[in-house]
């Protein structure tokens, strides 16, 4: 979709500037078109034209009123005579005003504002809404319109839009939102009612219209910065954690001056709320990770007290092993509680897992050099938890298989390699060892060892992929490789995580 710049630029010969001020409009004409309770076009036309045809540059629909357009005419081309009130507000550089009839009963009022930048015209703003049938209009009505015709005399004098706006690190404001009318003494004029309910939820319980600015709890500075800048101001002010508002005032200028303003105010006390509650989700889940990691550990002290008690070799070798095992999922909760996301990086995880079973090498027959290939890339906590023992399997049946001391040189330096081979339809994990190969006709499928047991049911169920051991094609050794679908390693809730659960 071509956006406004890219349209000036085909159809105007506006400059950057002229453009930035065009866009500076389009951000904020949300709140004209809600104070006008109509829509609201901007057009553009190339210089030395009178007669020229006219590119519709931006729409904007009113949230306060129904809309003239239920297509989306951006970027069309309309011939001059079809918009005689927006060509003449081009030629003039004046506003123009006039009803238009479309159809066969319905008039349309429309008006013409030309956004004035040093003595030219760079485009107008036309607002056209149906011509209100005979009734009868509420204060609040006659209040918004008012406030809509000191922005358009803003607009065609070039004191709108503002000059240096503070970017909006909000939303744009609605209307909708609660809207007060401040005069150049900072007393309250007007007050919407959504205005005055946040105001009461602050604390304000007398009357609002009539009342000084200063008293609502507001944030006085930002009335004074808008009056003394001529440009918008934001506030947020928060009161303990009962109540947030967050306010976007607009002065209204006429000559340089400034002789009011109106406040946009915004209860955003229940979504400041939620921020809290999503930063202290995070942290609790991080803790948790932490006292799990804890936890485990502890376990591992208890079953190495118990292996020292035992006498059979066997019986403190199966609790040495646990104790292995145990230490592998520890150090991904150990990584988990230092992330705040759900997603870790498997990379961070093999250095500490490597060191887990050099620890366990209780006797080292013969030096092992370790290597790591690759990138894992991000996979999900459950994920890396389950590859990790899988991993971790892996690399002690090189450390206990893969050399024999009686078959192997202890003198040469052993090599394992783990490698990773991240693609976009999965993950494959391979240890890589150069020592003496499974034994002949082995399989994976018939291995009745707890090692591969636990691998092998791992990777199938858990991880819904596939394991395979073989003899390295060319030279000695063994290649264990596992392979993760994609499907696991992508989050299910993917990124956009509901704050809300
Ligand atoms: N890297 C390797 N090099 C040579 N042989 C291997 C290698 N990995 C596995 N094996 C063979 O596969 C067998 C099964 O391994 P598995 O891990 O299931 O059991 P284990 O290591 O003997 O016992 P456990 O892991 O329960 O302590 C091993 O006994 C060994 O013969
Ligand atoms: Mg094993």
Request: net charge negative; aromatic share 4%.
């Amino acid at each position: 979709m071509a956006t406004l710049a890219d349209l000036a630029r085909a159809h105007t010969d506006l400059d950057d500037e002229d453009i930035g001020i065009l866009q500076d409009l389009s951000s904020t004409w949300g709140l004209l078109a809600d104070l006008s309770f109509a829509d609201l076009l901007l057009f553009g036309r190339r210089d030395g034209e009178p007669r020229g045809p006219l590119v519709l540059l931006g729409h904007v629909r009113p949230t306060t009123g129904t809309t003239l357009y239920r297509a989306d005419l951006v970027g069309q081309v309309f011939e001059s005579s079809r918009r005689p009130l927006v060509t003449e507000a081009f030629d003039i550089g004046r506003t123009t005003a006039g009803t238009v009839s479309v159809g066969t009963d319905r008039d349309v009022n429309v008006v013409a504002i030309p956004v004035r930048r040093s003595g030219h015209t760079v485009g107008v703003v036309v607002r056209e809404r149906f011509r209100p049938e005979s009734r009868p209009t509420s204060e609040q009505e006659r209040t918004y319109l008012t406030v809509f015709d000191r922005f358009a005399s803003m607009i065609e004098a070039g004191e709108f839009p503002y000059r240096d706006v503070e970017r909006l690190r909000h939303r744009t404001p609605r209307v909708g939102d609660g809207l007060l009318l401040v005069d150049a003494e900072g007393r309250i004029e007007f007050a919407s009612p959504n205005a005055v309910s946040v105001l009461h939820r602050l604390g304000m319980t007398r009357g609002v219209v009539g009342s000084r600015f200063d008293d609502t709890g507001l944030g006085s500075a930002m009335l004074r910065s808008a009056f003394s800048k001529r440009t918008a101001a934001i506030d947020e002010m928060e009161r303990s954690d009962e109540v947030a508002v967050v306010s976007h005032c607009f002065p209204l200028l006429d000559g340089g001056v400034a002789t009011g303003a109106i406040v946009l105010v915004r209860d955003v006390t229940e979504l400041r709320r939620r921020d809290r509650q999503l930063v202290s989700k995070d942290t609790t889940i991080r803790e948790i990770h932490h006292r799990v990691k804890n936890n485990l550990q502890t376990i591992s002290s208890l079953l190495r007290l118990q292996a020292r008690r035992l006498q059979s070799d066997e019986a403190r070798a199966a609790l040495g092993e646990s104790v292995r095992r145990i230490g592998s999922i520890s150090v991904v909760h150990e990584t988990l509680a230092q992330s705040a996301d759900d997603d870790v990086a498997f990379g961070e995880i093999v250095r500490p897992l490597v060191r887990v079973v050099e620890e366990s090498v209780s006797s080292p027959l013969r030096p092992l050099s370790f290597t790591v290939q690759d990138e894992a890339g991000l996979v999900p906590g459950q994920v890396a938890m389950t590859l990790a023992v899988v991993l971790t399997e892996l690399l002690q049946n090189a450390v206990d298989h893969a050399f024999p001391p009686d078959e192997v040189d202890a003198s040469v330096l052993g090599t394992v390699r783990i490698e990773f081979d991240r693609r976009a339809d999965g993950l494959a994990v391979r240890v890589v060892d150069d020592g003496v190969g499974v034994p002949e006709g082995f399989t994976v499928a018939e291995a009745t060892g707890l090692g591969l047991t636990i691998v092998r049911t791992f990777v199938e169920s858990e991880l819904g992929g596939r394991i395979r051991l073989d003899r390295v094609e060319s030279g000695s050794g063994t290649v264990a490789e596992v392979w993760v679908p994609g499907s696991r390693l992508v989050d299910p809730g993917g990124n956009a995580r509901d704050p809300a659960t």
